[in-house]
Structure formats: structure tokens, C-alpha cells
């Protein structure tokens, strides 16, 4: 009899087998992406190279710079969070692999019952009965219809998107600290230039007196003068405040208090890599909040899978045993065991539409992974062609700054030369020596912006995380 109960328990389990064929779960396949015409590279030649597999370490070559980037990868607070979500998502991979171990629990009990004598038994049992209990229950569930396994690849691609944040937030910081750094260098020169005017101009007051002394000219010509002066000073104050503020976030990036940053000199700055920004293809395998949205999408489609194959029936083994008896002196006796085995296969019939819900929530979230998806590649392409076309404007706007800024330090020269021979007014020199101030901090802010879009097309194409 007890072969023939365990024959029969076995054909159901396995009986479901046949039709897994028919009711398995899909496998993920990644959807057809246009990656032919990502963005736009008008001057760059594009190859299988591209300049987001160098390190950090080899694009930039300032050592200060480099050592700021290093300290910010150690300590920045974003970095930790991000790791610590890695860390949780690899707790749940380890639980999805385990899905397919069967459950074992063991209890140990002891139960008293004293029934009332007006009750059913109440007139037989009259004294309280005991009974000790030690027992184990296992339990394990076929993966039939692949639920299981679609768990588990859920939790993968949830932990490989942890990964891929962790990834990113690594891009964006080694980003963040390569601009600032050089964005405090570019106002380290302009207050050095704007020190240097306001100087020249203190100066400048006191030739005016002189020549306003000497009648040659008014009093309006003085204060024009002095106006310079406070006008210098305001950008003066300004540049030091921002440098200040500037510090303050980039203490923050270490993961540090506010403090003075050292640093070197944005004359002393290049980089020299080649601009080579690879197939837009490679953005696939390199842009880690593109495969973190990829990830994501993998997530979704499982527990689409999941939600699908709840609505199939369930096979499940369960096997109870242990030592039973109402004597505390004959608990673990031989005569105390008892087993029970079962074997069930249950079909959901009424839920309320909890299963049928879960479905489609589960396929609109698929819909709506995929579309983020899709928008996350947009977005990384845009920003490319946005870094390329950048850089190209601001190395063209240098060329032509440089040519303004001789143009007005000449024009400022020959007017103060001018002036002091009488051949022309004030308000031409006044001029003059604001557009030249002007002239000499668009330069700075033009080099600046170019050394920044090299860091944004790094950043772009996915460099930083290696």
C-alpha cells in the first residue's frame, strides 16, 4: 500500500511535466534598438575605439586632480549609499538561487487541553489531556511552469542594476570632481586678472585727478573713474565668493567638511587624448544608466513571467514527521513516530482577480521599463552629440577670443596714450578699458568650457567607471 501511495503521489508531481513545453516561461531577448544614428559626429570619425575605455587615471594627468578623484571614490557619501544597495540586491540573489532548495522547519511543542464538562468530549475526558510533540516539515514546490527560475533571473537582473547605479553614480562623481576642479581654476585666473585691472585702475583714478588738476579734464571724467574702480571691486568680491562656495561643494564630492581646496593652474591644463567616441553601438555596454535601464527592463520581463505562471497550478511535495505521544516518559519512543507525505496540485479558481491583476500590472510595468529604456539610449546619444558640438564650438571660440582680446588690450593701450595727448575723451578710454576686462574673462571662461566638455564627453560615452 505504501508503494502504491508514493506511486500515485509521484505521477501527480510529475504528471504536469509533459505540459511544460507548452506553458514555459519566455526567455528575454533584448529588443531591436536604433543605435545606427545615435548622434551626430560631423568631425570625428567614428570606430570601434572609444575614448571612455581609458581610465581616469590616464585622462587625466594633473596628479592633484587625480588624487581628488581617488579620495571622492573612497569616501563620497553617494558611492556608499549606491554600494549599500548593491549589497542588499546581492542578498536577494543569493535567496533566489536558493528557490529551488526545498523548506525544512523543525518544532517542538507542548500542548494541554482541559475540556469544559458540558462539552462535546467534556463528559469522557475529564481530566486534562498532554501531549508532546517533536517534528520536522518539509516542503518543496516543482518548478513546472518556471516561476522559480524566473524569480531567480528577476533577482539577478535586480542585483546587476544595482551594480550598473553603482556604476553610474562612479561616472557622474569622477565627472563632477574633474569640472569643479577645473572651474576653481578658472576662477583662480579671472581674480587674478580682475586684482590686476582693479590695480591698474586705482592707478588710473589718480592719473584722472592729476589731468583734472591740470584742466584738461572734468570732474566727470574722475568720477567715470572711480566708478571703474567699485565696478572691479564688485566682481572682485563676487569671484571670491563663488570660489568660496565652489570650495564647499567640492569638500562635500570628498565626502569631507568645507575646506580650501589646493590646486594648480588652469594654464598648466590639457588633455590630451583623442576625442574618439567608438560606434554609437558601444553606449550598450558602456553607459551604465543604459544597461542599469536594460537591467531593469530584464527585472520587469521575469516577473512578468512570474505573474503568469502563478495562474497555472501549483505541484507541491510536503512530507510531515516526528515523535508524538501524550507521556512525557514515552516522547521519543519508537512508538511515538508518526510520518505523513502529500502531494498536491492546486489550481486558483476565485481570487477576487488578484492573480489576473497582477498580470497586467505586471506586463504595464514590462511596457513601461521599455520605454525608459529606449528614452535612457535617446538621452545618451543626445548627450553626445551635445559634447561634440560643444567642444567644437568652444575650440572655435577661443581661436576667436584670443583675436578680441588682442584687439581691445591694443585699442585700451593706444586710448590711455591718447588721452594722456589730449586727441581723444574720456569716455572712449572708459570703454575701452571695460570691454578689455570683458574680453580677458570670456577667454578664461572659453577655456574653461572647453576643458569641460572633454570631461562631459567622457562622461557621455560612459567613461569613469572602469
Avoid at 374 to 399: F, I, M, N, P
Wanted: proline share 2%; with cysteine; aromatic share 8%.
Amino acid at each position: 500500500m505504501k508503494i502504491q501511495s508514493t506511486y500515485k503521489i509521484l505521477v501527480l508531481v510529475t504528471a504536469p511535466l509533459l505540459l511544460q513545453s507548452c506553458f514555459v516561461a519566455k526567455n528575454y531577448e533584448r529588443p531591436n534598438m536604433e543605435t545606427e544614428r545615435l548622434y551626430r559626429t560631423d568631425n570625428l570619425p567614428q570606430d570601434s575605439v572609444s575614448m571612455a575605455n581609458i581610465s581616469w587615471r590616464d585622462l587625466f594627468e594633473d596628479k592633484q586632480l587625480q588624487s581628488y578623484i581617488e579620495k571622492a571614490l573612497e569616501n563620497n557619501l553617494d558611492i556608499r549609499i549606491a554600494l549599500q544597495s548593491v549589497v542588499a540586491a546581492e542578498a536577494y540573489l543569493k535567496q533566489g538561487k536558493a528557490g529551488y532548495y526545498p523548506t525544512l522547519s523543525g518544532t517542538a511543542s507542548f500542548t494541554r487541553t482541559k475540556n469544559s464538562q458540558n462539552s462535546q468530549f467534556g463528559s469522557f475526558f475529564t481530566r486534562p489531556l498532554e501531549q508532546f510533540e517533536l517534528s520536522g516539515a518539509l516542503s518543496w514546490e516543482a518548478d513546472v511552469w518556471g516561476k522559480i527560475r524566473s524569480n531567480k533571473r528577476a533577482f539577478g537582473a535586480s542585483y546587476l542594476q544595482s551594480v550598473s547605479a553603482h556604476q553610474a553614480v562612479k561616472t557622474e562623481l569622477v565627472a563632477a570632481i574633474a569640472n569643479m576642479y577645473y572651474q576653481l581654476m578658472a576662477l583662480d585666473k579671472q581674480r587674478d586678472i580682475t586684482k590686476k585691472t582693479l590695480e591698474a585702475r586705482k592707478s588710473s583714478l589718480e592719473t584722472t585727478q592729476a589731468l583734472k588738476d591740470a584742466g584738461l579734464v572734468t570732474e566727470v571724467a574722475v568720477k567715470q573713474t572711480a566708478a571703474q574702480v567699485h565696478t572691479a571691486e564688485i566682481i572682485l568680491i563676487d569671484l571670491e565668493n563663488n570660489i568660496k562656495l565652489l570650495e564647499n561643494s567640492f569638500s562635500i564630492l570628498l565626502g569631507e567638511a568645507p575646506h580650501g581646496i589646493i590646486r594648480g593652474s588652469l594654464d598648466d591644463q590639457s588633455i590630451n587624448t583623442d576625442l574618439k567616441t567608438g560606434v554609437p553601438y558601444l553606449l550598450l555596454a558602456n553607459r551604465p544608466d543604459v544597461m542599469q535601464a536594460e537591467y531593469a527592463l530584464i527585472n520587469n520581463f521575469e516577473l512578468t513571467n512570474v505573474a503568469r505562471s502563478s495562474m497555472y497550478p501549483s505541484v507541491t511535495l510536503r512530507a510531515n514527521g516526528g515523535f508524538q505521544s501524550l507521556e512525557f516518559d514515552n516522547w521519543l519512543d519508537a512508538s511515538s513516530l508518526f510520518s505523513q507525505l502529500v502531494g498536491s496540485l492546486t489550481e486558483p479558481i476565485f481570487n477576487g482577480r488578484r492573480l489576473r491583476t497582477q498580470l497586467e500590472v505586471a506586463k504595464a510595468r514590462q511596457e513601461q521599463a521599455l520605454l525608459t529604456y529606449k528614452k535612457t539610449l535617446l538621452t545618451a546619444g543626445r548627450e553626445v552629440s551635445d559634447a561634440l558640438y560643444t567642444y567644437d564650438a568652444e575650440t572655435q571660440k577661443l581661436k576667436a577670443r584670443q583675436k578680441e582680446l588682442n584687439a581691445y588690450t591694443t585699442a585700451e593701450e593706444y586710448s590711455e596714450e591718447l588721452l594722456n595727448n589730449g586727441l581723444v575723451n574720456y569716455l572712449e578710454v572708459l570703454t575701452a578699458r571695460q570691454n578689455a576686462l570683458s574680453s580677458e574673462l570670456g577667454y578664461v571662461d572659453s577655456q574653461y568650457a572647453q576643458l569641460s566638455a572633454i570631461v562631459e564627453l567622457y562622461r557621455a560615452l560612459g567613461g569613469g567607471w572602469k
